[in-house]
């Protein structure tokens, strides 16, 4: 018993989350109630049904009674590793409510047992702390992660343990995806070959033009975004910018370079590592009290945390691992740092086409028009944002600073170094299958019939590239016809029946 908690209660709610039926809880929800830990829920939890019924929802796993662990802290650690894979926030949370005799103690109960290694690894290697144990040298070796639960990646060998560590991160930053049907659908996609076999399809002209249009696209998606509306040589920078993703490796030099090309005009930003704390959302219009949507880390842990994600990306960049999923963890786990008080989402976006180019996942020069699909689906990027902070904002205890600032009152950093990003993934993979299937085909296209209608218009009209690309304007937004005002002032040099030819013309090459 701990706080006067037990395992064994029936529960239809807990912590807001609606159970799909009434059942106890097994894994981490039962070591979450049994300690009243202080760490986000898992997006899924274990359930013991009453029935003999074994299914899955979004938020949930309902197993049989035959699944029930005992109530025990060991069991319970055991079923959770087993049947839910590693949850390092919650784990870590364990850790320090039981404290390191009685994980000493479970461990020793079965010391060469598959999952009394993973525990044993787990709390020296999240608590950075040795147990009093002596190094195993006899037994075969486990996987840390159950890659048929979560993805890991190549594995470092603890002799001590007898684990390989396949974890896909570092103690000071480790997200991890679990296994889901949706992502091993995008995968078995295999999405680099099909660009491969679209690129091949294209002339190369008409490739690099769809290239170069839809860098420019990304970048002021990328600004719009965040509300803003730069003007063309600023969105033009960043698109260069962009462009050249992939070709340095990232560091912190690397990282405050681009920091300096999204901010144009540092007059009114603290440039740099953020030495004050940061959230995003709104002001209380009457006290100017902030109401935080998200809270950024502590100013005081960007340092290591930076590090830790530096590390994690040269880990995944040097890996086996996917491109798509090492894009999400990282993208995703540099803006919920938010190390910098501004341009934190125009990198983070960056972030994507640099991990998928370090990855070789699309060849050079290729950049997926991320930004202008998520854009499209900005409620949704929306949502899943919100998906890791709305959780966590109750977690961080803050109070009002003398400058309408926050400033955060406890230990947080855990909050951002662990986090299920499978939701991101998901999303990411979800952004990057449009840009395959319909952003780069659609605009390669586009280009292709505007050559065939400029090569008609050049043999019979010679007109300059200048009014061919007005007159194509006029007629997209007239569905195929020139407007009065058009036919009466840009083009009043063409004939009735030249305009009815163009307008034929146009119809016949864009239907």
Known sequence: MVNGNSFSESILVFQERVAPEEGKLAGYGALIKFFDLRVPLPDRLALISKKHKKYETEEWMVLTPRHMPKDTVSNHLTFALKYEGIDLGTLKGVF??????QITSIITEEPTGQYSRKIWFLYEWLMDQQLPI?????GNYADVVDESIQYG???????????RNNLP???NFCPLIRKTVKLEQYIQQDIPMRINKLIGRIHPDVMARTAAFLLLKDSKASYAIEGESPPQNRAQRWGRAIGQAGQRPLNKSELLRLQQIVIDNPRFVKMGWRQQ???????????GTPIPDHISARWKDIEQLTEG???????LEHSLFDAVLAAAVLAFGFVFIHPFADGNGRIHRYLIHHVLLRKHYVPAGIIFPVSSVILEKLNEYRKVLESYSIPRLDLIEWKPASDNNIEIVNETVDLYRYFDATKHAEFLYACIQIT????????????EKYDRFKTYLDDHFEFPDKEIALLVRFLKQGNGKLS??????????LEKMEVEKIEDKYKDVFS
Request: a negative charge.
């Open 96 to 101: 320090k409510a039981a404290g390191a005799e």
């Open 134 to 138: 002596s190094d195993l040298n006899s």
């Open 153 to 163: 990646t190549q594995s470092e060998v603890s002799k001590r343990h007898r684990i």
């Open 169 to 171: 991160g570092v103690r």
């Open 277 to 287: 704390e940061g959230f995003v959302g709104e002001h209380d219009r009457r006290h």
């Open 309 to 315: 994600f530096l590390e994690a990306n040269e880990k």
């Open 436 to 447: 395959t299937e319909e952003t780069i085909p659609k605009e390669a296209d586009y280009l």
């Open 484 to 493: 009065e005002r058009a036919k009466s002032k840009e083009f009043n040099g």
